[in-house]
């Protein structure tokens, strides 16, 4: 079964700057999608950014860019000039191209501060 | 569209006691998902719809929990007898199974408390 780590709980990063969350994946697949989502507090989740894992181009939205390294199973968000409307919960999900099976597997969350 | 409503947002209910909560997708979605999610955690999958078809469900999904999806439209998820433990936020989300088309479009949950 596919699974999503996010190892860090909690990040902060000084308004201005730049700060990279982790994520790590398991899966036997060679093609899937990544994706992180942005959760404000008590607001509803919304897509950030999404990675197709037969890209080898890393994805960009913005200021927010991906690191995407297939082989180590590795997706880490980067959010360049960082906003106080940055501060949120930030999740990684993984989603099977396979068809029939099309759930969205998520991390636990970093909980990103941004501080003034 | 404005997007997946949930509702109510908010349910506090007594133990033992039976809920259900109602999920309008985007309209040209046909695909549905029912998450939990506790305090502090990351969404955990409860059950995926494709039109009116329920096609997976999660082992989470104990025997008090049902969901339908009639018409392949809107979608309803009742927990039975609810328990302490099913307190939680529990969200929808929809997309469009077409082609690459692959964002999951959330609402904004909801809170379910049992005393």
Redesign the interface.
Known sequence: AQTVTQSQPEMSVQEAETVTLSCTYDTSESDYYLFWYKQPPSRQMILVIRQEAYKQQNATENRFSVNFQKAAKSFSLKISDSQLGDAAMYFCAYRTSTSGTYKYIFGTGTRLKVLA | DT??SQDPRHKITKRGQNVTFRCDPISEHN?L?W?RQTL??????LT?F?NEAQ??KSRLLSDRFSAERPKGSFSTLEIQRTEQGDSAMY?C?S?L?TG?N????????TRLTVV
């Not at chain 2, 502090?40 to 999958?45: I, S």
């Not at chain 2, 692959?102 to 949950?109: D, L, R, S, W």
């Open positions: 997007g997946v695909r998902y998450y502090g955690q990351g969404p955990e999958f995926y494709q096609l997976e969200l989300a997309s199974g690459r692959t964002e999951a479009f959330f609402g904004q949950g």
